[in-house]
């Protein structure tokens, strides 16, 4: 028997754990959940796929501060129109109104909008203003969306479809960079640097897609003036097949030989399969007054 037994006593054992706790990992997950998160918020709220509430494309289609938001809507009531959703008409003031935007974007993206109804006499008179819109990707827009009321009024900005587009400089001065010819552009990127009289650098940007023209216009550390032409941008793939398709609806015989030249200007299948079908459609159409 025990001393402790002996004396009466009862003896408790306490283990003490001298390993460090580890710490805590919740921060490490918080962290990581939003670097996940945050990016899919943002990717979400800002998707043009997101479905909006009516309310929401009310909201949406006045919010003048973010012509993202004003995209967003009309790309929903396209969807509506396209679906025959009788309710697609109430939004139809605030397409006309976004049609007037100082945001091209958003010009732009209301002419194809305007374009899915082709018995509204509203956007038909819309669209007719907007072929004479500063932004070439604008005029494009209304003169294809044209086609869809028979209307022919865009017939020469579709010409223009099927030939180089004449990138001007905005401002006078000497080329300090310029994209090199054979180059391909989108709409928005850089074609040139341009450095005026007072050291103030301009950056100057394609407003057509394509392929910059070779030889080249201007060279590095020439002279130009304002309006002069820097660049020629040959139209992309998209853009010829679109003006065929329209030209097959609305086009006359003076377009045929713009259309032989489509042919040996991008010469995949599709173009030439287009390009075929329009003539076609060209020639077994009379010519006004037969």
């Known amino acids: 028997m025990s001393n402790d037994s002996a004396n009466g006593q009862r003896s408790d054992s306490v283990?003490?754990?001298?390993?460090p706790s580890r710490p805590s990992n919740i921060w490490l997950i918080i962290v990581a959940a939003l670097f996940i998160i945050v990016p899919f918020l943002t990717w979400?709220?800002?998707?043009?796929?997101?479905?909006?509430?009516?309310?929401?494309?009310?909201?949406?289609?006045t919010d003048q501060n973010n012509p993202r938001h004003i995209q967003h809507a009309l790309l929903q009531v396209e969807a509506k129109i396209e679906?025959?959703?009788p309710n697609a008409r109430q939004f139809y003031p605030q397409i006309v109104a976004a049609s007037k935007s100082?945001?091209?974007?958003?010009?732009?993206?209301?002419?194809w909008v305007m374009g899915q109804d082709n018995k509204s006499e509203d956007f038909h008179t819309a669209l007719l203003q907007l072929i004479k819109d500063?932004?070439?990707l604008v005029r494009r827009n209304a003169a294809l969306q044209l086609t869809r009321f028979n209307d022919a009024s865009g017939r020469l900005e579709l010409r223009a479809m099927l030939q180089p587009f004449d990138a001007k400089a905005p401002?006078?001065?000497?080329?300090?960079?310029?994209?090199?010819a054979n180059s391909t552009v989108r709409a928005g990127a850089l074609l040139a640097r341009i450095r005026d009289g007072?050291?103030?650098l301009f950056e100057f940007r394609s407003s057509v897609d394509g392929k910059v023209l070779a030889p080249a216009v201007v060279k590095e550390g020439d002279q130009v003036t304002p309006d002069q032409?820097?660049?020629?941008?040959?139209?992309?793939?998209?853009?010829?097949?679109?003006?065929?398709?329209?030209?097959?609806l609305v086009g006359t015989k003076d377009e045929l030989p713009l259309i032989d030249d489509a042919r040996r200007m991008d010469p995949t299948a599709d173009v030439i399969t287009q390009a075929t079908q329009s003539a076609k459609a060209i020639n077994a159409r009379p010519e006004p007054g037969q």
């Open 15 to 19: 283990v003490v754990n001298t390993r």
């Open 44 to 61: 979400y709220l800002t998707w043009f796929g997101r479905g909006l509430s009516d309310q929401e494309l009310a909201q949406y289609l």
């Open 83 to 85: 679906k025959g959703e």
């Open 102 to 111: 100082s945001v091209p974007e958003v010009r732009k993206t209301a002419a």
């Open 134 to 136: 500063d932004d070439p």
């Open 171 to 180: 401002v006078g001065g000497t080329i300090v960079g310029l994209l090199p």
């Open 198 to 200: 007072s050291s103030n």
């Open 229 to 248: 032409t820097i660049a020629r941008i040959l139209p992309d793939h998209e853009t010829i097949i679109d003006a065929l398709r329209a030209l097959a």
